[in-house]
C-alpha cells in the first residue's frame, strides 16, 4: 500500500512539475501582444462606426460626385453605384474597403519593412494600430498608405528590370489618381517622392539632369493635372447638401439615428465646402489650448514626435540609425503644409512614419551601396545624436511602444491613455465584456 501512495504522489509531483514547466514556456510577446489588440480593435472599430451619423468616418467615405464633379467624391461615387445596383448597405462597403486596406498594408509593411524596422514599431500605435486604436479605420487614411505602397512596389519591380517602363509609369499614375481622388492631401506628401524615384531612374539613362527632370514631370503629370483640379473644384454647400440628400434613399438599408433625416449634412461631408483659412484658423488655434491647464498641445505633439523619430531610427546596432534619423526629418518637410492648414496631426503623424517606412525601406533595396556611403558620412555629425538620442536596450524600446499613445486630433490625456497599447487593452476588455454581458 505504501508503495502504491508513494507511486501516485511521484506521478501528482511529475504532471506538476510539466505544468509549470509547460506555463514557463508560455510567454507573451509583445508582437503577438499588438498582433491581437490589432485584430481585436477592428470589431471594436466597425461596431462603433456602424451609422450614417458617423459623419467624420463613414461620412469621409460618402463625399460623392452627386452636387458635380468634386475633390475627395471617387470613393463616394463608386458606394452610392455599388449600393444602388446591388442593393447593398453603403456603409457596409466603407467597412469592406477599410478593412482590405489595414489588411493589404500589412502584407505590404511585411513586404518591405519587416527587415528593416523594430517589428514592434511596425505594430505599434505609431503605424498599423494607430489607426485602429484612434478609431480612424473607417477613414481613408489607411486607403491612401496603401495606394502609395503599392505605386512604391510598382517602382520596386522597375528598377529590378521586372516591369517595363511605359507599364510602371501607367500603373503609378493610374493609382495615384485613385488616391488624388480620394484626398488631395496625397498630391502633397506622396507625389514628390514618386516624382524624384522616377527621376533618379530616368537619369540611370541620361546623363542630363535638366533632361530628366522634365521627361519625369511630363510622365508624372496626369496624376499632377488631377491634383490641381481637385484643389480648384473643392467644392461648396450646395454641393455638400446635395450630397447628403442623395443617401436618403438608402433609408432603408442604412441604419442612422436621426442625421440621414435632417435638412443638413454634418463631419465630412458638410466640411467639404469650407476654405483653407478655416481649417487654417483651426490650426492656429491649437497654439494656444491646453489639456487639464498643464498640458500645452503643442509641446504634447512635439514630444509625440520626438519619441516617433527616436522608434524610428531603431536600437543603437541598427545598421541604418543615423540614415534613418535624416531621412525621416526630411521626409517632415512635405508634410509640412499638413500640419499647418489642418489639425488633426495624429492622422498626419500616422501618415508620416508609415509611409516613411515604405519609402526608407524601398531606398535601402535598390540603393544599398550609396545608402551605406550616405550612412558613414551622416554617422559623423554628432548634433544629430544629442537631439535623438538611440534608445540602447529593446527593453526600453518596448516600454516606449507599450506606453507611447497617439491621439488623433485634439490631444488629451484621455485620448493619450486609450490611444496607446496599455489603455487600448483595457478598452478592448470592456468592449467586449460588455457585449458578452448583454
Given at each position: 500500500?505504501?508503495?502504491?501512495?508513494?507511486?501516485?504522489?511521484?506521478?501528482?509531483?511529475?504532471?506538476?512539475?510539466?505544468?509549470?514547466?509547460?506555463?514557463?514556456?508560455?510567454?507573451?510577446?509583445?508582437?503577438?501582444?499588438?498582433?491581437?489588440?490589432?485584430?481585436?480593435?477592428?470589431?471594436?472599430?466597425?461596431?462603433?462606426?456602424?451609422?450614417?451619423?458617423?459623419?467624420?468616418?463613414?461620412?469621409?467615405?460618402?463625399?460623392?460626385?452627386?452636387?458635380?464633379?468634386?475633390?475627395?467624391?471617387?470613393?463616394?461615387?463608386?458606394?452610392?453605384?455599388?449600393?444602388?445596383?446591388?442593393?447593398?448597405?453603403?456603409?457596409?462597403?466603407?467597412?469592406?474597403?477599410?478593412?482590405?486596406?489595414?489588411?493589404?498594408?500589412?502584407?505590404?509593411?511585411?513586404?518591405?519593412?519587416?527587415?528593416?524596422?523594430?517589428?514592434?514599431?511596425?505594430?505599434?500605435?505609431?503605424?498599423?494600430?494607430?489607426?485602429?486604436?484612434?478609431?480612424?479605420?473607417?477613414?481613408?487614411?489607411?486607403?491612401?498608405?496603401?495606394?502609395?505602397?503599392?505605386?512604391?512596389?510598382?517602382?520596386?519591380?522597375?528598377?529590378?528590370?521586372?516591369?517595363?517602363?511605359?507599364?510602371?509609369?501607367?500603373?503609378?499614375?493610374?493609382?495615384?489618381?485613385?488616391?488624388?481622388?480620394?484626398?488631395?492631401?496625397?498630391?502633397?506628401?506622396?507625389?514628390?517622392?514618386?516624382?524624384?524615384?522616377?527621376?533618379?531612374?530616368?537619369?540611370?539613362?541620361?546623363?542630363?539632369?535638366?533632361?530628366?527632370?522634365?521627361?519625369?514631370?511630363?510622365?508624372?503629370?496626369?496624376?499632377?493635372?488631377?491634383?490641381?483640379?481637385?484643389?480648384?473644384?473643392?467644392?461648396?454647400?450646395?454641393?455638400?447638401?446635395?450630397?447628403?440628400?442623395?443617401?436618403?434613399?438608402?433609408?432603408?438599408?442604412?441604419?442612422?439615428?436621426?442625421?440621414?433625416?435632417?435638412?443638413?449634412?454634418?463631419?465630412?461631408?458638410?466640411?467639404?465646402?469650407?476654405?483653407?483659412?478655416?481649417?487654417?484658423?483651426?490650426?492656429?488655434?491649437?497654439?494656444?489650448?491646453?489639456?487639464?491647464?498643464?498640458?500645452?498641445?503643442?509641446?504634447?505633439?512635439?514630444?509625440?514626435?520626438?519619441?516617433?523619430?527616436?522608434?524610428?531610427?531603431?536600437?543603437?546596432?541598427?545598421?541604418?540609425?543615423?540614415l534613418k534619423k535624416i531621412f525621416i526629418l526630411i521626409q517632415l518637410i512635405p508634410f509640412t503644409p499638413l500640419f499647418i492648414i489642418a489639425h488633426d496631426y495624429g492622422r498626419w503623424i500616422f501618415i508620416w512614419l508609415t509611409s516613411s517606412c515604405l519609402l526608407f525601406s524601398l531606398i535601402i533595396k535598390i540603393f544599398k551601396k550609396e545608402s551605406i556611403q550616405f550612412e558613414a558620412k551622416v554617422k559623423k555629425i554628432k548634433t544629430?545624436?544629442?537631439?535623438?538620442?538611440?534608445?540602447?536596450?529593446?527593453?526600453?524600446?518596448?516600454?516606449?511602444?507599450?506606453?507611447?499613445?497617439?491621439?488623433?486630433?485634439?490631444?488629451?490625456?484621455?485620448?493619450y491613455l486609450i490611444s496607446n497599447p496599455i489603455g487600448f487593452s483595457i478598452k478592448n476588455l470592456i468592449f467586449y465584456t460588455s457585449l458578452l454581458l448583454n
Amino acid at each position: 500500500m505504501p508503495i502504491i501512495n508513494t507511486h501516485q504522489s511521484n506521478m501528482k509531483r511529475l504532471r506538476k512539475q510539466f505544468a509549470l514547466h509547460k506555463f514557463s514556456n508560455f510567454k507573451i510577446t509583445i508582437e503577438g501582444f499588438l498582433i491581437s489588440l490589432i485584430i481585436l480593435g477592428i470589431p471594436l472599430n466597425l461596431y462603433k462606426n456602424r451609422f450614417y451619423d458617423n459623419s467624420w468616418t463613414v461620412g469621409e467615405w460618402l463625399i460623392s460626385y452627386s452636387g458635380g464633379f468634386i475633390r475627395r467624391g471617387l470613393p463616394g461615387q463608386v458606394i452610392f453605384y455599388l449600393s444602388s445596383n446591388f442593393d447593398i448597405n453603403p456603409i457596409f462597403l466603407t467597412w469592406l474597403i477599410s478593412v482590405s486596406s489595414i489588411l493589404f498594408l500589412f502584407i505590404l509593411v511585411r513586404i518591405f519593412s519587416w527587415r528593416t524596422f523594430d517589428k514592434t514599431f511596425l505594430l505599434s500605435s505609431l503605424i498599423l494600430l494607430g489607426p485602429i486604436s484612434e478609431d480612424y479605420l473607417v477613414r481613408k487614411d489607411v486607403f491612401l498608405v496603401l495606394l502609395y505602397g503599392v505605386c512604391l512596389l510598382t517602382l520596386k519591380q522597375l528598377y529590378l528590370k521586372k516591369i517595363s517602363t511605359s507599364l510602371s509609369i501607367l500603373l503609378i499614375n493610374f493609382f495615384s489618381i485613385i488616391a488624388l481622388l480620394s484626398h488631395e492631401g496625397y498630391g502633397i506628401w506622396a507625389l514628390p517622392s514618386l516624382f524624384l524615384l522616377i527621376f533618379f531612374y530616368i537619369r540611370k539613362f541620361l546623363i542630363n539632369n535638366l533632361k530628366s527632370l522634365f521627361i519625369s514631370f511630363i510622365l508624372i503629370t496626369p496624376s499632377i493635372l488631377i491634383f490641381i483640379n481637385c484643389i480648384i473644384f473643392k467644392g461648396d454647400k450646395s454641393s455638400a447638401i446635395a450630397i447628403h440628400n442623395s443617401w436618403k434613399e438608402f433609408k432603408d438599408v442604412m441604419p442612422s439615428t436621426g442625421l440621414l433625416d435632417s435638412v443638413y449634412p454634418e463631419g465630412a461631408i458638410a466640411w467639404i465646402g469650407e476654405s483653407l483659412n478655416t481649417t487654417f484658423q483651426l490650426s492656429i488655434s491649437s497654439l494656444s489650448k491646453f489639456n487639464l491647464i498643464i498640458f500645452w498641445h503643442p509641446l504634447m505633439w512635439a514630444i509625440t514626435m520626438f519619441f516617433a523619430i527616436r522608434l524610428f531610427c531603431g536600437l543603437k546596432q541598427d545598421p541604418f540609425v543615423n540614415l534613418k534619423k535624416i531621412f525621416i526629418l526630411i521626409q517632415l518637410i512635405p508634410f509640412t503644409p499638413l500640419f499647418i492648414i489642418a489639425h488633426d496631426y495624429g492622422r498626419w503623424i500616422f501618415i508620416w512614419l508609415t509611409s516613411s517606412c515604405l519609402l526608407f525601406s524601398l531606398i535601402i533595396k535598390i540603393f544599398k551601396k550609396e545608402s551605406i556611403q550616405f550612412e558613414a558620412k551622416v554617422k559623423k555629425i554628432k548634433t544629430l545624436n544629442k537631439l535623438f538620442p538611440v534608445i540602447k536596450n529593446q527593453r526600453n524600446y518596448n516600454t516606449i511602444i507599450l506606453f507611447l499613445g497617439l491621439p488623433h486630433c485634439c490631444w488629451s490625456v484621455g485620448r493619450y491613455l486609450i490611444s496607446n497599447p496599455i489603455g487600448f487593452s483595457i478598452k478592448n476588455l470592456i468592449f467586449y465584456t460588455s457585449l458578452l454581458l448583454n
